[in-house]
């Protein structure tokens, strides 16, 4: 069921958006590939929602234009464009069944009653809630609902899917299940996604290519991968992630925690060597996080698989740590 596979290719030029003297968004020029999960990742104001609400058609723009599929619809209302749209609230009706809910938009399009009943069979069956049409919303869980609102979003096959971090009011449990989900969706459905979340994790495991934006303009674009190995900026490489910043020939530079060794002084190799005193450790399961400071520099993060580590190295412990001429990455200026 390739329902949004025909259409759903964006283009953003040059889009603003102004409250007053206010900038929420400056000069966002981005094409959107037909078919594609995007997200838009960034912290509190840095314009993500702005956008998604621009694009949704609920807040004019200031300047630039939005084209889909090459015509513009920049000037078109909201149900003319024809989106479909999942909010972190749900936004169900809570007096209506399940199966009434995600029959809403085909009954406000009037179409017959067979159509109907036949897609909203079709929806239960994508969201597998199949043994659940005839419960009302709060019968249902959280995650269940959620569910529910992303079929009532698909039923009329819309050529684009704008979710505004719709996994926001589940526990982290449950939004891992809900991610695996929404992924599995979208690889069936083909729809275009754009997805908003402040959530670093919920963007690299889901996502085609993330938008990092920051102070109403873009950062980085690329796919989660090129955005966590090779970041150009600080701010990228401190939001997308964790990294250390060194300083070495009047350039900086990011250094990912895991790509650190650490062993105990006088027993470190590698081509980059710095001995420190370890300040804390932290036990993740997985992961044993070490805080080390080094004379002359910032304090450094280094994450090691426990699992390899043996008896962990005590707080107060002198260490070597070293990394290889590729595991740091170049930065340009913010």
């Not at 401190?238 to 006088?266: C, H, M, Q, V, W």
Request: with cysteine.
């Amino acid at each position: 069921m390739k329902d949004g596979a025909a259409s759903g290719g964006l283009r953003l030029q040059a889009l603003t958006k102004r409250f007053g003297s206010f900038t929420a968004a400056e000069d966002i020029n981005l094409d959107i590939r037909r078919g594609e999960f995007l997200t838009l990742l960034g912290p509190s104001g840095s314009g993500k929602t702005t956008l998604l609400m621009m694009i949704a058609g609920f807040l004019d723009i200031t300047g630039g234009d939005i084209l889909l599929d090459g015509a513009s619809i920049a000037g078109m209302p909201p149900e003319k464009r024809n989106f479909g749209m999942v909010f972190q609230g749900y936004a169900l009706f809570p007096h209506m069944t399940v199966r009434q809910n995600i029959a809403y938009p085909l009954d406000v399009r009037k179409r017959p009653k067979t159509e109907i009943n036949q897609r909203v069979d079709e929806m239960l069956d994508l969201v597998q809630l199949q043994a659940f049409g005839h419960r009302l919303p709060g019968q249902l869980s959280g995650g269940q609902q959620q569910r529910v609102a992303l079929a009532r979003a698909l039923c009329f096959a819309p050529p684009v899917l704008l979710l505004d971090e719709p996994l926001g009011a589940l526990d982290k449990k449950l939004r891992i299940e809900v991610q695996d989900q929404l992924k599995a969706i979208h690889r069936h459905v083909g729809t275009t996604f754009i997805y908003v979340t402040h959530d670093q994790e919920e963007a690299l495991s889901m996502s085609d290519r993330i938008v990092i934006m920051q102070q109403g303009r873009i950062e980085q674009v690329g796919t989660p991968e090129e955005l966590y190995q090779k970041p150009r900026t600080r701010f990228a490489a401190s939001f997308l992630g964790k990294s250390n910043f060194l300083t070495k020939d009047g350039a900086l530079y990011a250094l990912r925690p895991e790509k650190i060794d650490i062993a105990p002084k006088g027993a470190g190799q590698g081509p980059n060597r710095v001995s420190g005193t370890v300040r804390a450790v932290t036990y993740f399961g997985s992961v044993l996080k070490y805080d080390v400071t080094v004379p002359g520099m910032d304090e450094i993060e280094v994450d090691a698989d426990a699992w390899r580590c043996g008896e962990p190295l005590a707080e107060g412990a002198e260490v070597d740590l070293n990394w290889s001429d590729a595991a740091a990455v170049r930065l340009e200026s913010d």
